[in-house]
């Protein structure tokens, strides 16, 4: 019997309930949803109603909210450039009364002075209206045309650039930005030339250009100066002017060498005095050379730039370089060569030479004799030449000898500054002359650059260098080992033999050889590489060079019969042994000069008269007190020719440098001071400087003894006296002040750190007042360059450009013409600029060249010194007006338009600024209507051209994108309606279909209630 407790599932579970149910709510969520999406008109609320539908809705409403913005930025934007060109329509209103006024002005017959008085208070006051436009045109509390939203540029060179107006640029994200130009070709004016210097008959001439057209007639033989004085007086009704011109030369010059078949003809490729006078020398190692080279360094447009050919050399100094190698060299290396390729010097050999002697080296250059007499002579030298003097004695014949006025020899020495206090010694040849002069002494660590450490002392007269090697870096790193002292350096100078018989070492002052003076300044670690540090260079070996003397040849009476040629094959080949070792010796060359055509070197002899006129004999100013006397000597002598550096004139009356000492003190390097003279006086030359204690002093003191030549500094003994004092000491002292300057140096030798003048000079510093030498040679100037050649006309227009013309047709009578191409012309037109900005090609207005690209907007007024192939740069530092145009806020979407000032200062052109026209100005109407006129204008033109471009942005950038923002959102909200919109019909069925399945539910749950209590009725009873 089954279990009464056990009821049936179908009566626990009402399943038809249950399915009743979830049919009930399915259609009560779709009633709702029908509702929802009815009564908001959206169908997609959130992810779940569609992802993907969601997702782009999402994104397309966040790029209206943006476009939106946009749009409202678009309007501000449009809102700030109207303000702006209201208000410059206000001032182009007031500049076209202004010109009104100018031309009333100009109307000076009927117009009485009280009636140009009134006119010009008009013209003030307009003026002063504008600057209050200038400064009071704002929006909400931005000025807009006072210049503070104008760009701000830096670097622009205005010898490349007049004028840079930037009137939009995007900085990409920089700080700023920046602009590379090019130029590719310059602007040029119509031009046309007449080659002659006069009329060769009587002419008349139509002169026609940008301005108008006159007609002018000319006698004749009328000069050309007076042509364009006549042209020029109507040329602001014509647009026409005229310049008489000169056509320039090159330089050029003889590279002559000592000896045969070794001569270089050097000229220039640029005309006119600097760019034609190149200075040249050739240099040679004493160390050896493998490698012929060349250095050039440009003009720095004041002095020529230099040429230095390096020539090949084995060590000791002897040359390998032929003339043929010194012409390949010239002609092809790429240090003389322009952008384009082209070579800034052309080298040749003479006629008649091959080229294969070897070539001596020069530095020096000297000139003797005149011109005019046709005895004019160069000669090239090695630094360091004696001067030349002539000589002419009764029966003489022609030689050279440097005996009959000697050199005066000295002892040489170099003082070597020592780092740290008492380091500093002096080492002194112990033989008098010259041959130790020029000498370098060199430290040298050779503890580093893989180094022994070792010790050593090394002189070697080849190459001119006395090498100290020392172990700083060795003896630094260990504390074990002792540093390098004076008692080293002693020794090791002291221990060689052949420097020990060579020089002498001489501390500067005394030290306690129980305590010697170290080394240890860092200075020393590692000083000057693996080659070393020069520390001081010896001089005073030669104390007078003496002079080299050529006796001319000459009669029983004394008559010299020596010409320049005769002089120039003396030195190609001399006669006498005697005179050949004097050459040889020396290596002088010498060439003639033509005047006519600069250079002409001895191998070219006979071809013309020059170098035919007889040499004179040198006229010493020294010698003559009578001036009677000196000045007839004058006439008939020359001076010396003296050697210096290529700036030096040939006589032998150049001023003389002062002298000056530097006081190396045993105080160290911080105690260095520079004493000077302060006027070239022989009696300042070789003053000794020394300092010395005295102990009846109380304070430091400074004495010069003109007698003895000796200026002492006096410190009190147990006082010190920093080099800062004794710099001040001496400059205010009235025993020296009006004599002497002293100074701290910018630097000592050896070392990179500069004197501070706080170290303290020790008793016995000593010092010696020299005139200084005059400096490195720069080598000998190119001849026959200049800037006027040759006469003639240009006619030109005043503009620039292809908008530019000139037309000048010959009436009556010849009058050739030609264009700059050379071709018989009657018309010319300008050229445009051409040039490159940012690597793009810009547009060419005359000499304005713009470009207008995606970011940057910019016009370049190219200046009078640029040249094709010139490169410069412009830095675009900041300013300009921001404005936001686009829906995302970067770079990308933002343009920044320049507002500049509109200040009277600043309005106008070439011609001048409306500023000129005030009372009292250059272009007042009282002075001159014209030119105000012509500023009026530029000044029109310049405010129209700012509102054409404002105008411009207004309505190409910011109007269009604002209309093109607007369709965006258009159809970017179709597109969203598209997505997220819900369709009426279809919910509309979907709320009705929803009605009737909950109806339906409710009923069928309704039911199956009902038969379950039914059943369950039964089941009771």
């Known amino acids: 019997m089954s279990n009464p407790n056990i009821t049936p599932s179908n009566f626990r579970t009402n399943?038809?309930?249950?399915?009743?149910?979830?049919?009930l709510n399915r259609s009560t969520n779709l009633f709702n949803k029908a509702v929802r999406n009815l009564s908001t008109g959206i169908a997609v609320h959130s992810g779940r109603d569609n992802p993907s539908k969601f997702l782009a809705s999402t994104m397309l409403t966040?790029?209206?909210?943006?476009?939106?913005?946009?749009?409202?930025?678009?309007q501000r934007a449009g809102s700030v450039l109207s303000q702006a060109d209201s208000a410059l329509a206000s001032i182009n209103l007031m500049l076209n009364e202004l010109r009104g006024i100018v031309t009333e002005a100009a109307n000076t017959g009927p117009s009485t002075d009280k009636e140009i008085a009134v006119l010009q208070l008009q013209v003030d006051s307009t003026l002063d209206a504008i600057n209050r436009i200038a400064a009071s045109t704002k929006y909400l509390d931005t000025t807009l045309l006072d210049g503070s939203l104008d760009f701000t540029t830096y670097g622009v060179d205005p010898g490349k650039a007049e004028k840079v107006a930037i009137n939009q640029a995007n900085f990409e994200g920089r700080y700023e930005k920046k602009v590379s130009v090019k130029i590719l070709e310059t602007a040029q004016q119509a031009s046309l030339h007449y080659s002659l210097g006069a009329t060769t008959e009587p002419v008349k001439l139509q002169i026609a250009g940008n301005l108008g057209a006159d007609v002018f007639e000319f006698e004749q033989n009328a000069s050309v100066r007076e042509i364009a004085e006549a042209i020029n007086r109507a040329s602001d009704s014509t647009g026409v002017a005229a310049k008489v011109y000169t056509a320039s030369t090159s330089g050029s010059i003889a590279l002559t060498s000592y000896g045969t078949d070794n001569d270089v003809i050097l000229t220039a490729a640029r005309e006119g005095s600097l760019a034609?006078?190149?200075?040249?020398?050739?240099?040679?190692?004493?160390?050896?050379?493998?490698?012929?080279?060349v250095r050039y360094a440009e003009d720095d447009g004041n002095t020529p730039g230099t040429i230095e050919i390096l020539l090949q050399t084995v060590p000791g100094g002897r040359v390998l370089t032929t003339a043929e190698d010194v012409v390949n060299l010239l002609n092809n290396a790429p240090e003389l060569k322009n952008a384009d390729g082209s070579g800034i010097v052309s080298a040749a050999l003479p006629s008649g030479t091959t080229g294969r002697g070897t070539v001596s080296p020069f530095a020096d250059v000297s000139y003797y004799g005149d011109t005019n007499d046709r005895n004019r002579l160069q000669f090239l030298a090695p630094a360091g030449t004696p001067p030349i003097r002539f000589v002419s004695e009764p029966n003489s014949s022609l030689s050279v000898d440097d005996t009959t006025f000697p050199p005066v020899y000295g002892y040489a020495s170099v003082d070597v500054q020592g780092f740290d206090p008492g380091t500093s010694f002096t080492l002194r040849a112990l033989s008098q002359g010259p041959q130790y002069d020029e000498t370098s002494v060199v430290f040298r660590d050779s503890g580093a650059f893989g180094g022994t450490g070792?010790?050593?002392?090394?002189?070697?007269?080849?190459?001119?260098?006395?090498?100290?090697?020392a172990d700083f870096t060795g003896r630094a790193a260990d504390p074990d080992r002792a540093?390098?002292?004076?008692?080293?350096?002693?020794?090791l100078i002291e221990s060689d033999p052949t420097v020990n018989s060579l020089f002498a070492f001489v501390p500067e002052s005394y030290y306690d050889p129980a305590n010697p003076?170290?080394?240890?300044?860092?200075?020393?670690?590692?000083?000057?590489?693996?080659?070393?540090?020069?520390?001081?260079?010896?001089?005073?070996?030669?104390?007078?060079?003496?002079?080299?003397?050529i006796h001319l040849e000459t009669d029983g009476k004394g008559i010299v019969k020596t010409t320049a040629n005769d002089l120039v094959r003396f030195f190609d080949y001399p006669t006498t042994p005697e005179s050949k070792a004097v050459l040889d010796r020396y290596g002088i060359s010498v060439s003639s000069i033509d005047p006519n055509n600069p250079t002409l070197p001895s191998c070219t002899q006979g071809t013309s008269d020059i170098g035919t006129g007889p040499l004179k004999a040198s006229y010493d100013p020294g010698t003559c007190t009578d001036a009677d006397t000196a000045a007839q000597l004058a006439a008939t002598r020359y001076p010396d020719a003296v050697f210096g550096d290529g700036d030096r004139n040939t006589s032998s009356q150049a001023t003389a440098a002062a002298p000056v000492a530097t006081l190396f003190s045993s105080g160290g390097r911080d105690a260095v001071l520079t004493i000077a003279a302060r006027r070239s006086d022989t009696g300042l030359e070789n003053v000794e400087i020394g300092v010395v204690g005295d102990r009846a002093l109380t304070e430091p003191t400074v004495v010069f003894d003109a007698a003895t030549k000796q200026l002492t500094i006096e410190i009190p003994n147990g006082s010190t006296l920093t080099a800062n004092d004794a710099v001040a000491l001496i400059n205010s002292s009235e025993s020296t002040k009006g004599l002497f300057t002293a100074s701290i140096p910018k630097s000592v030798p050896g070392s990179a750190?500069?004197?501070?003048?706080?170290?303290?000079?020790?008793i016995g510093d000593r010092g010696t007042l020299r005139t200084p030498g005059n400096g490195e040679p720069q080598g000998a100037p190119m001849l026959g360059n200049s800037d006027n050649a040759s006469l003639g006309i240009t006619f030109y227009s005043l503009g620039y450009g292809t908008d530019s013309f000139i037309s000048i047709k010959?009436?009556?009578?010849?009058f050739p013409l030609a264009d700059r191409y050379g071709n018989i012309m009657e018309r010319s037109i300008g050229l445009d600029v051409k040039a490159l900005i940012n690597g793009t090609l810009a547009v060419g207005v005359g000499n304005v060249a713009s470009s207008i690209t995606n970011d940057l907007d910019m016009s370049i007024w190219i200046g009078d010194d640029a040249r094709a192939g010139d490169v410069f740069g412009v830095r675009i530092t900041g300013g300009g007006a921001i404005m936001q145009l686009g829906q995302d806020a970067d770079y990308n979407q933002q343009a920044r338009i320049s507002m500049p000032s509109v200040h009277v200062t600043r309005l106008g052109g070439i011609s001048g600024s409306l500023d000129d026209l005030r009372t009292g100005g250059v272009y007042s109407m009282k002075n001159d209507t014209k030119g105000a006129y012509r500023v009026v204008e530029e000044a029109i033109e310049q405010v129209t051209f700012l509102r054409g471009r404002i105008g411009a942005f207004q309505k190409n950038q910011v109007e269009v994108n604002m209309d093109n923002l607007v369709d965006f959102i258009s159809n970017a909200s179709e597109a969203n309606s598209e997505l997220r919109d819900a369709d009426f019909a279809e919910w509309t069925s979907a709320l009705t279909r929803s009605q009737l399945l909950v109806q339906s539910a409710v009923s069928v749950l309704g039911k199956t209630s009902e038969n379950a209590r039914a059943l369950l009725g039964l089941l009771q009873r």
């Open 517 to 549: 003076p170290a080394f240890t300044d860092p200075n020393y670690v590692g000083i000057g590489g693996e080659t070393g540090a020069e520390m001081g260079t010896f001089s005073g070996g030669c104390v007078s060079p003496g002079m080299i003397t």
């Open 454 to 469: 070792g010790d050593s002392v090394l002189y070697d007269p080849a190459t001119g260098k006395l090498t100290i090697s």
């Open 15 to 23: 399943i038809s309930s249950l399915i009743g149910q979830t049919s």
């Open 810 to 814: 010959s009436l009556d009578g010849s």
């Open 62 to 74: 966040t790029d209206i909210v943006s476009m939106t913005q946009a749009v409202a930025n678009c």
């Open 276 to 293: 034609g006078n190149l200075r040249v020398k050739y240099t040679a190692s004493k160390e050896g050379n493998d490698t012929l080279g």
């Open 483 to 491: 540093p390098f002292t004076m008692n080293d350096m002693k020794a």
């Open 753 to 762: 750190t500069p004197p501070d003048g706080n170290g303290y000079l020790r």
